[in-house]
C-alpha cells in the first residue's frame, strides 16, 4: 500500500477587502493579515440584535501590548482606517505614542469640553443648552466619571451614575444618560473607544416602571384672568409684568417673549414674527396680535430705551431667564410660566371648538405627521387669529368668549 503523502496546510495571506467588511455577517475579530500594522475588524451583535461594526489596532508601545480603538464602520472605511494604522505606527516611532493613557486618551471631563464645543454652534443665540448641560454632567456624572478616561469608561460606571437617580429624578437621568451617550460616541468616533457603554444595554439594564412624568404646574383657565389681576396689581417691575401678561396673551414660551424685539412687531399688521434662531423648533413662528395683545405692547411703549427690546431690563438688557418664574412664585400664583400655554390648551380644548390643527400651531407645536404636514403647508394664521382674540376677550371678561365662535 503506497505511503500517503501529508499536504501541509496553505498559509492564508488573507487581508480584508471593502466587499467583505460590507458584507460578513458572522460576529468575531477579523485580522487585515500580515503587514497591517494590527488592524482587525470587530463584529459584534448589539442588545437589540443589529450588528456592529468597528476597527481596532493592537500595537506594542514602550514594550506593552495595547489596542486602540479606529472608529466604527462605515463612518471609517478600511482605507481609512489602515491610514490611521500607519500614522499610530509613525507616531510610535517618533515617541509621541506614549503609554501614559491621560496623553493619548482624554478624560471624560476633557471630552465633554470638545464635544460642548462642537454643539456650540448649532445652539441658539442666548439658549440654556450650554448651562444645562454643564450642570447636568457636573452634579451627576463627573464625580464618578470626570477623571477617567474615556477608553476605560464601562457599562457599570454609567449604571453607578444613573441608577441612584433613575427612580426619583427620571427626566434628570434620561438627559444625563443622553449627554454621557452623545460623549461616548464622540470617542467612538475619535478612535478612542469601539463601544458606546451608555448606549444599548443600559435600556435593558434600567427599569422601565416608576415614576409618571411630571408636567408644568399650572392653572385650570379659569382662574387665570384672576393671576393676571394678581400681577398686575403687584407693583412689580413694569416690564416684568407686561412680560407675563403677553406670555398668557399669545400662549408663547418665556424666552420667546423676554427676547422680543420691536423690529419683529407688525403692529398694523396685527403680527408678531419671531424669527427662526429664537424657536425651540429652529422656524420662523407668526403669532397673531390680539387687541389685548395689542393692549400690553402699547404700554410697552413707554419702556423703550433705544435697546430695541420690548421688555427691556433696567441694563436694557432682555429680562433675566428667571424674572417671569420668580415673579409668578413669589405671588403665590402656584404655577409656572410654561404652564399658561397649558392653560391656553384646554380653554381652547373645552372653550373655543376650535380643531386641533388650529389649536396645536398656537402653541408652535410642528406636526410630527410627515404626510400630513407634507401636504398641509399652511399656518392657519387667520384661524388662529381668531382664537387668540377669543382667548383675550375670555380673559377681560368681555362678550363672545364663550364656545363655538372659532370652527
Not at 434628570?172 to 454621557?180: G, L, S
Request: aromatic share 6%; net charge positive.
Amino acid at each position: 500500500m503506497p505511503k500517503r503523502t501529508r499536504v501541509p496546510p496553505l498559509e492564508r495571506p488573507y487581508r480584508l477587502s471593502a466587499r467583505f467588511v460590507e458584507t460578513i455577517q458572522e460576529p468575531g475579530r477579523y485580522g487585515d493579515g500580515r503587514g497591517s500594522g494590527g488592524l482587525s475588524l470587530r463584529v459584534k451583535r448589539t442588545a437589540r440584535g443589529h450588528l456592529a461594526k468597528s476597527w481596532g489596532q493592537r500595537i506594542s508601545v514602550d514594550g506593552r501590548p495595547r489596542n486602540l480603538g479606529l472608529g466604527t464602520w462605515p463612518h471609517v472605511s478600511l482605507a481609512e482606517a489602515r491610514q490611521k494604522c500607519v500614522l499610530n505606527l509613525l507616531a510610535r516611532q517618533r515617541g509621541e505614542l506614549v503609554t501614559g493613557r491621560r496623553r493619548t486618551v482624554p478624560t471624560f471631563a476633557e471630552a465633554v469640553e470638545r464635544v460642548i464645543a462642537v454643539h456650540r454652534a448649532g445652539w441658539k443665540d442666548g439658549s440654556r443648552s450650554e448651562k444645562l448641560w454643564r450642570s447636568s454632567l457636573r452634579d451627576y456624572a463627573m464625580p464618578k466619571l470626570g477623571r477617567r478616561p474615556v477608553d476605560r469608561i464601562q457599562t457599570s460606571d454609567v449604571m453607578a451614575v444613573l441608577q441612584p437617580i433613575w427612580s426619583e429624578k427620571r427626566e434628570t437621568a434620561k438627559r444625563v444618560r443622553t449627554r454621557i451617550s452623545a460623549v461616548m460616541r464622540w470617542a467612538v468616533a475619535q478612535g478612542y473607544r469601539e463601544d458606546n457603554p451608555a448606549g444599548e444595554a443600559i435600556s435593558a439594564a434600567l427599569p422601565r416602571n416608576g415614576v409618571r412624568p411630571r408636567h408644568h404646574p399650572a392653572l385650570p383657565y379659569a382662574k387665570v384672568a384672576g393671576a393676571m389681576g394678581t400681577i398686575r396689581a403687584s407693583g412689580a417691575y413694569l416690564a416684568t409684568v407686561l412680560a407675563f401678561e403677553f406670555l398668557v396673551l399669545t400662549a408663547c414660551r418665556s424666552g420667546e417673549v423676554r427676547g422680543a424685539r420691536w423690529q419683529e412687531m407688525d403692529l398694523a399688521g396685527r403680527e408678531w414674527r419671531i424669527p427662526p434662531e429664537r424657536m425651540k423648533t429652529g422656524r420662523e413662528h407668526r403669532v397673531p396680535l390680539s387687541s389685548g395683545a395689542l393692549a400690553v405692547l402699547q404700554k410697552a411703549r413707554a419702556l423703550t430705551d433705544g435697546s430695541g427690546v420690548v421688555f427691556p431690563s433696567p441694563r436694557g438688557r432682555p429680562l433675566n431667564e428667571v424674572a417671569i418664574s420668580k415673579l409668578v412664585r413669589e405671588l403665590g400664583i402656584g404655577a409656572v410660566p410654561h404652564g399658561f400655554r397649558s392653560s391656553f390648551r384646554d380653554w381652547a380644548a373645552e372653550c373655543s371648538d376650535a380643531p386641533r390643527e388650529v389649536c396645536e400651531p398656537a402653541l408652535a407645536h410642528v406636526n410630527t405627521n410627515a404626510i400630513e404636514a407634507a401636504y398641509r403647508r399652511t399656518d392657519l394664521f387667520e384661524r388662529r387669529h381668531a382664537l387668540m382674540e377669543q382667548w383675550a376677550a375670555f380673559l377681560a371678561g368681555t362678550e363672545g368668549a364663550g364656545p363655538g365662535l372659532v370652527a
